[in-house]
T-cell receptor, first 114, second 118 residues
Framework: AQSVTQLGSHVSVSEGALVLLRCNYSSSVPPYLFWYVQYPNQGLQLLLKYTTGATLVKGINGFEAEFKKSETSFHLTKPSAHMSDAAEYFCAVSESGGYQKVTFGIGTKLQVIP | GAVVSQHPSWVICKSGTSVKIECRSLDFQATTMFWYRQFPKQSLMLMATSNEGSKATYEQGVEKDKFLINHASLTLSTLTVTSAHPEDSSFYIC??????????????FGEGSRLTVL
């Protein structure tokens, strides 16, 4: 079984400040990990993913995440928040292999304050 | 990246009618597509896994007679909400995964369909 825990359903940051969205996962086998972003009334768009290899993963729009196996974490960061980053962010996990079911966290709504 | 198109984006219907939502993978083949339902301010709830050429696999608690899924080709899956009622109002999102060598486990999502049942 696999699961995802996103700490903080709402996060507020000032424009230009560091963005940190937390994600912890549980998986009985090596996981694939994803961060998706959702804008209002739209589908989800992939920000970045970890499958194998380098544990620091860079994605679109300046976001990056680091896979830490010892901490079972995959936190999402961005050095400087932009107003356009305001959206809902979902962390997701699947078992490695590319054909397994994907489980999503509850999501974190990011608010960027001007 | 791969593109998944979902149609319609918005639909309003009367209680008791049926509504069909289409999900197409535009530039790749997908033997498997997934249908999610998203309630306001909540995460995505997997409803069913749509398999090309065979019956869909429904998650526990999802009525298969209520939510009919057809995956007739490698690029098209449809979700039909039968005899819709106001409690079926929700945001429905489909996703697909590449089944060729380019598969990295990533899901590609449609734009979502907002269903409102009056």
């Amino acid at each position: 079984a696999q699961s995802v825990t996103q700490l903080g359903s709402h996060v507020s940051v000032s424009e230009g400040a560091l963005v940190l969205l937390r994600c912890n996962y549980s998986s009985s086998v090596p996981p694939y990990l994803f961060w998706y972003v959702q804008y209002p009334n739209q589908g989800l768009q992939l920000l970045l993913k970890y499958t194998t290899g380098a544990t620091l993963v860079k994605g679109i729009n300046g976001f990056e995440a680091e896979f830490k196996k010892s901490e079972t974490s995959f936190h999402l960061t961005k050095p400087s928040a932009h107003m356009s980053d305001a959206a809902e962010y979902f962390c997701a996990v699947s078992e490695s292999g590319g054909y397994q079911k994907v489980t999503f966290g509850i999501g974190t709504k990011l608010q960027v304050i001007p | 990246g791969a593109v998944v198109s979902q149609h319609p984006s918005w639909v309003i219907c009367k209680s008791g009618t049926s509504v069909k939502i289409e999900c197409r993978s535009l530039d790749f083949q997908a033997t498997t597509m997934f249908w999610y339902r998203q309630f306001p301010k909540q995460s995505l709830m997997l409803m069913a896994t749509s398999n090309e050429g065979s019956k869909a696999t429904y998650e526990q608690g999802v009525e298969k007679d209520k939510f009919l899924i057809n995956h007739a080709s490698l690029t098209l899956s449809t979700l039909t909400v039968t005899s819709a009622h106001p409690e079926d109002s929700s945001f429905y999102i489909c996703s697909a995964r590449r089944t060729d060598r380019a598969n990295t486990g990533e899901l590609f999502f449609g734009e979502g369909s907002r269903l409102t049942v009056l």
